[in-house]
Nanobody, 122 residues
Framework: VQLQAYGGGLVQAGGFLRLSCAAS????????MGWFRQAPGKEREFVAG????????FYGDSVKGRFTISRVNAKNTVYLQMNRLKPEDTGVYYC????????????????WGQGTLVTVSS
């Protein structure tokens, strides 16, 4: 199983980025997907999650209303649209795949990508 996250970079506060995560080696449409992030010196935190079919999405409180998670099962890809970025959104963003029902707890996810760095300057 391989999860390849990309799309990170340097952006000014108030800007936007779109992250993508391409999956291979698994039946993508059977897995819930999540995005997590980790800032330097901090624990990895939940950002957003989406059910296997895409009907259900949920977000961490700090990104609700600014970030949108989506997926295209035909492309084995999950996305994270990040708008109105803030300096506190800075961190390494990881995508993860887990069984149906995987939620906000990172321990429920079985597979992890290598992460992509997002830096938001003030």
């Amino acid at each position: 199983v391989q999860l390849q996250a990309y799309g990170g970079g340097l952006v000014q506060a108030g800007g936007f980025l779109r992250l993508s995560c391409a999956a291979s080696g698994l039946t993508f449409s059977r897995y819930a997907m999540g995005w997590f992030r980790q800032a330097p010196g901090k624990e990895r935190e939940f950002v957003a999650g989406i059910s296997w079919g895409g009907a259900n999405t949920f977000y961490g409180d700090s990104v609700k209303g600014r970030f949108t998670i989506s997926r295209v099962n035909a492309k084995n890809t999950v996305y994270l649209q990040m708008n109105r970025l803030k300096p506190e959104d800075t961190g390494v963003y990881y995508c993860a795949a887990g069984p149906s029902g995987s939620g906000r707890d990172r321990r429920s996810y079985a597979y992890w990508g290598q992460g992509t760095l997002v830096t938001v300057s003030s």
